[in-house]
T-cell receptor, first 112, second 109 residues
Framework: DSGVTQTPKHLITATGQRVTLRCSPR?????VYWYQQSLDQGLQFLIQ???????AKGNILERFSAQQFPDLHSELNLSSLELGDSALYFC???????????FGPGTRLTVL | GQSLEQPSEVTAVEGAIVQINCTYQ??????LSWYQQHDGGAPTFLSY??LDGLEETGRFSSFLSRSDSYGYLLLQELQMKDSASYFC??????????WGAGTKLIIKP
């Protein structure tokens, strides 16, 4: 158990819909990262927040947005969903050792 | 641009030794990390090399050569449970982790 929690574990929705994925980092970690992993693919970095502020942006689509709240939990919002958005979405957190990220169990999103 | 190269797939026999290579080209370099991911699971941290040389942790070792922009993960006494994907990742000058595409390790009995 990494200490990072993600909800929901599974999500099935239809094209055109909007969903929100939630992540709670490890206690004390200020950085939160979001990743997308499509079937048999590598990890695609989406976005990073540090203590409520956006720190870095990766290959995140304009239809996707995220935020980190004062209690440090984070949400990833995916809108106008397409079939190709079906993937595992991971949240990770890190503390002062930035080379080591702790990953949550992931949310498996299926868009039908 | 920034890139990390690692083989897409490696096959080895149970009990043997296998090496997974990673070459990188990034803007700045603080260190090289390795992560393991089992099918359907989350990536988990294995090791980190900031300096040249070999770091050993049990059956796993990780090596770094900064002058060659190269590192590898060495797995000894392979067990079936080691079947997984292995990712190398570079901590760049912005303290961002840049990820390789992953190497799928297949272990045969």
């Amino acid at each position: 158990d990494s200490g990072v929690t993600q909800t929901p574990k599974h999500l099935i929705t239809a094209t055109g819909q909007r969903v929100t994925l939630r992540c709670s980092p490890r206690s004390g970690d200020l950085s939160v990262y979001w990743y997308q992993q499509s079937l048999d693919q590598g990890l695609q970095f989406l976005i990073q927040y540090y203590n409520g502020e956006e720190r870095a942006k990766g290959n995140i689509l304009e239809r996707f947005s995220a935020q980190q709240f004062p209690d440090l939990h984070s949400e990833l919002n995916l809108s106008s969903l397409e079939l190709g958005d079906s993937a595992l979405y991971f949240c990770a957190s890190s503390g002062t050792t930035r080379n080591e990220q702790f990953f949550g169990p992931g949310t498996r999103l299926t868009v039908l | 641009g920034q890139s990390l190269e690692q083989p897409s797939e490696v096959t080895a026999v149970e009990g043997a030794i296998v090496q997974i290579n990673c070459t990188y080209q990034t803007s700045g370099f603080y260190g090289l990390s390795w992560y393991q991911q089992h099918d359907g699971g989350a990536p988990t941290f294995l090791s980190y090399n900031a300096l040249d040389g070999l770091e050993e942790t049990g059956r796993f070792s990780s090596f770094l050569s900064r002058s060659d922009s190269y590192g590898y993960l060495l797995l000894q006494e392979l067990q079936m449970k080691d079947s997984a994907s292995y990712f190398c990742a570079v901590l760049d000058s912005n303290y961002q982790l840049i990820w390789g595409a992953g190497t799928k390790l297949i272990i045969k009995p």
